[in-house]
Structures are given as C-alpha cells and as structure tokens.
C-alpha cells in the first residue's frame, strides 16, 4: 500500500541580491481539490472572474460571537475591574467563575 502525502502551500517569491526567496501566504494543505482549482482559477484569471459566467451560489457561517466578549472586557476596562484583579490567567478565571 502506497501512501502519497501532498502539500499544497500558496507563495509568494522574489530575488534579494540575486537569491531568490519566498514568503508563505497560506497553507492550503487541508482545502479540497475543488478548493484548490478554484484558487488557481482565481488566481489565473485576476479582474475578469466575472466575464467566466455565474459562480454559483455562495455558502456563509457565522465565526465566533466576538461583541459580547469586547463590550465586557471595554466595561471591566472602564469601570477598573482589570486593573484590580490583575490580567494573569488564574485572576481572569476567578473572576469569571463569580
């Protein structure tokens, strides 16, 4: 049984001092094979995705409710609990504990 390990990762490169060089711009080592044509494409065909026809319809989700969590930490801030308790982690987890 042959085991094939492939990794796929989008760079960007360029010569310093005659030495070419590269940064990693994404890891796209988990995306499907369908995600990763798709980059390609897109990437291929930079301004003119739109002259290609529909794309199909587009899938959203919502991340991380993160406006509860700052407007708490903005209160706690201005009314000084912060500053009271302290910011290391076991002041933190007591005081959400209570």
Known sequence: M???LTGVLLRN???VNGKIQHDTI?????CSDDEIAAIKFALKNKGQIDKHGPIGP???K????IGAVWVFLEIAKRVR???NFGTNT???VSFMDN
């Open 13 to 15: 490169s360029y010569r």
């Open 58 to 60: 587009i899938k959203t």
């Open 81 to 83: 609990i912060i500053q």
């Open 62 to 65: 919502q991340g991380l409710a």
């Open 26 to 30: 994404a890891n796209l080592s988990k």
């Open 2 to 4: 042959e085991r094939k």
């Open 90 to 92: 076991k002041c933190s």
